[in-house]
């Protein structure tokens, strides 16, 4: 199984941006914990990640092609971004959508999401394990078809 995590604009500004929300880890130490916890016998992983909207979107399109899911965390576009969604709807592969900080526990704003529909489910609050548990739902749900 190939899974692509897609992360959006000021995730690269991890263990600086907020660290009263987001943690002092950095966007590097997110991808070691992931890989940690994924051998490559399980699952084969490839990270990206982009602060444009458009790249973002070229990234999912491409990956239609190449990966069997996406965990994505489109940072400030999970709430205004129909592009994003829309990019999300075109393609055939499973997709979920994670943040690191509990979206519904903080400004107003923050609580909609509008790529979420386009998702099997969104995972919200846990921290980095938001990921571990968005790439365990695409395996899990694999293995049921």
């Known amino acids: 199984m190939k899974i692509i995590v897609i992360n959006g604009p000021n995730l690269n500004m991890l263990g600086k941006r907020e660290p009263g929300i ?3 880890e950095t966007l590097e130490d997110l991808i070691d ?12 992983l490839e990270f990206f990640q982009s602060n444009h909207e458009g790249y973002i979107i070229d990234k999912i399109h491409e990956a239609n092609e190449k990966f069997d899911g996406i965990v994505i965390n ?3 576009f999970t709430h205004y971004s129909y ?3 829309d990019a ?6 499973k997709t979920v959508e994670v943040h690191i900080s509990n979206i519904h526990q903080r400004e107003e704003f923050r609580h909609k999401s509008v790529t979420a529909n386009a ?6 609050g ?3 394990d ?8 695409l395996i899990n749900l694999t293995r049921l078809q």
Request: net charge positive; aromatic share 14%; with cysteine.
């Open 22 to 24: 987001y943690g002092k």
């Open 33 to 44: 914990y992931i890989k940690q916890k994924f051998g490559d016998d399980i699952v084969k």
């Open 74 to 76: 489109p940072g400030a």
């Open 83 to 85: 592009a994003i969604s």
């Open 88 to 93: 999300i709807k075109s393609v055939s592969i």
């Open 119 to 124: 998702c099997l489910g969104q995972i919200s």
């Open 126 to 128: 846990f921290g980095f």
């Open 130 to 137: 938001s990921y571990i548990l968005g790439i365990n739902a």
